[in-house]
T-cell receptor
Framework: AQTVTQSQPEMSVQEAETVTLSCTYD???????LFWYKQPPSRQMILVIR??????QNATENRFSVNFQKAAKSFSLKISDSQLGDTAMYFC???????????FGKGTHLIIQP | EAGVAQSPRYKIIEKRQSVAFWCNPI?????LYWYQQILGQGPKLLIQ????????DSQLPKDRFSAERLKGVDSTLKIQPAKLEDSAVYLC???FGPGPPNEQFFGPGTRLTVL
């Protein structure tokens, strides 16, 4: 079974700063997908960014980028130029190849201070 | 494009009562998931449907939880009888098909409180 670990229960940074959220995972699979989901206080979970394990290049979506270290089984999320609207719970998630259900970490509560 | 719809948004029941939640996925999405999110934790997969067939229900407490997906579209999740530890947010998600990249779209959830 896969496990996902997020070791930072809460983080707080000033607006416009850069912040990095950590995630490690454990799997015996070679082909899989990793995701970061954002859950604002309204609770609608939305996808921030995803990474296919077979791709060496780190995924980037505007201010959001990942540092994917396959050998270390590490998948961190970097948010540049943080904004007040980035305040939310952030969940790291794993999915095996195909349409497997997601295995989530416990989440990191990110607070952006004005 | 309409998102994943869920109802009710909130439900309060007493232990040993029954409750049902409804989910309408995004039109055309073949795969539907139910997750349980206990306060302070990440969501946990309960059951996954591909059209109207069950793909994975290994984490569904089958002595009290049941789910169905009629005609491969809407789905209901039922708890009978409820226990205190069932208090959680129940999230429904859908994705287009069985293949990658498997982006799942989530509904707003149903918050269940069991007294």
């Amino acid at each position: 079974a896969q496990t996902v670990t997020q070791s930072q229960p809460e983080m707080s940074v000033q607006e416009a700063e850069t912040v990095t959220l950590s995630c490690t995972y454990d799997t015996s699979e070679n082909n899989y997908y990793l995701f970061w989901y954002k859950q604002p206080p309204s609770r609608q979970m939305i996808l921030v960014i995803r990474q296919e394990a077979y791709k060496q290049q780190n995924a980037t979506e505007n201010r959001f980028s990942v540092n994917f270290q396959k050998a270390a089984k590490s998948f961190s999320l970097k948010i540049s130029d943080s904004q007040l609207g980035d305040t939310a719970m952030y969940f790291c998630a794993f999915s095996g190849g195909g349409a497997d259900g997601l295995t989530f970490g416990k989440g990191t509560h990110l607070i952006i201070q004005p | 494009e309409a998102g994943v719809a869920q109802s009710p948004r909130y439900k309060i029941i007493e232990k040993r009562q029954s409750v049902a939640f409804w989910c309408n996925p995004i039109s055309g999405h073949a795969t539907l998931y139910w997750y349980q999110q206990i306060l302070g934790q990440g969501p946990k997969l309960l059951i996954q449907f591909q059209n109207n067939g069950v793909v994975d229900d290994s984490q569904l407490p089958k002595d009290r939880f049941s789910a169905e997906r009629l005609k491969g579209v809407d789905s209901t999740l039922k708890i009978q009888p409820a226990k205190l530890e069932d208090s959680a947010v129940y999230l429904c998600a859908s994705s287009f098909g069985p293949g990658p990249p498997n982006e799942q779209f989530f509904g707003p959830g149903t918050r269940l409180t069991v007294l």
